[in-house]
Structure formats: C-alpha cells, structure tokens
C-alpha cells in the first residue's frame, strides 16, 4: 500500500482554512469575520467588470491583482493561450508542490443585470463576490497568514495560477493549466462550493 505524503504547506494552508470562523449561520455577523483590507480589496475586484468575454476587464483584473501577489514576494509570469487568453502565475520558488487555482472572469456581461455591490450583517452580494473574486481575496489573505506565521520561505512551495476563461471552459487556456498541474504533487481549487453545502471538485 503506497502512503500519500503531501506538501508541509498543504496542510497548513488546510488547517488555516479550517481556523477560519463559519459564516454559514445567517444569525452571524459577516463583515466582522473579514479583515478591512481583504474587504476592501474584494470590493474593487468586484467593481471590476470581467465577464469572460471583456479582454479589457481580465487586463483590469490582473493590473489590480499582480501588486497584491508581488507584496507577498511572488514573481509574476503570464503564459500566453490561444484565443487571445491568458493565465496569470505566481511563484516564488523554482519547484512549488502545491498549486491553488482560480480564475478572475466571472458569467456576468457588461449592460446586463448584475447584484450590485451591498454588504449587509449576514451577506455580501456583487458580480463575482463568490465566483470567484472572493475565493481570489482568500488566497492573498491565506498566504499573508502563511508569510508571517512560517516566513516568507514557506510560500516557495506554492504557485498561484489564475486563468481568465474558466466560466466558459476553459478553452483557451486549459493545455496551459495541465501542464503546469502535472509539474506540481497537489491543487487547491478555491471555487466556491454550492448553496447546499455541495464542493466543488474540478475545474
């Protein structure tokens, strides 16, 4: 029988995930649970317009993101796909083990109706507040907890990769999403789960 061995930063990227306070009860305060710069971050991402099919409102979402990433001390990289898509990478080691994925374009189109920003006790409604900005929010605010709780050597493990045409399929960008899910030992997908505790397994 072959024993799984994972990354030491799997496990403490999990076990800060599961450190973090519920928010499921709609009796519980929201906005108490989240520190002011991830929600005031979570608001500019959301106030960005990127539909999958907006190349200017991907581009607005990296310009806005890399900063974020590069404060951390990660080096950014943009591997170009076909269709005119691209994948946003962070790494700051040579060989990460573990990889967390994402994407910045959500299912919302430009004119159309769209949740308007609102940040109520219970809830925080928006274009991509859930799918997937706010998963993106958590990412940086995971590996700031990890920076400054193991140093700044414990994030050479870890990639950030982040696509901008998961909503549709990934089609442009999905053979550069293989290859580099195939150079690392374990993925963390931050999509949100469902409204019936469903998770999310693939992307």
Known sequence: MKRLRLPTCFGSILLLLMSLPPLSAA???IVGNIDPDSLKLLEELVAIPSGTAS???QEQMRKRIIPEFEKLGFRTFLDEGSKGRKVLRFQTGEKPRVMLLGHTDTVFVAGKPAPVWNVSETSITGPGVIDMKGGIVLMIHLLHKIKAEQGSAALDSIMVVLNDDEE??????????KTLAISVSSVLIFEPGLANGTLI???
């Open 27 to 29: 009796s519980k305060p």
């Open 168 to 177: 549709t399929g990934s089609d442009g960008s999905k053979e550069i999403l």
């Open 55 to 57: 190349l200017e409102g």
């Open 201 to 203: 397994s693939a992307h």
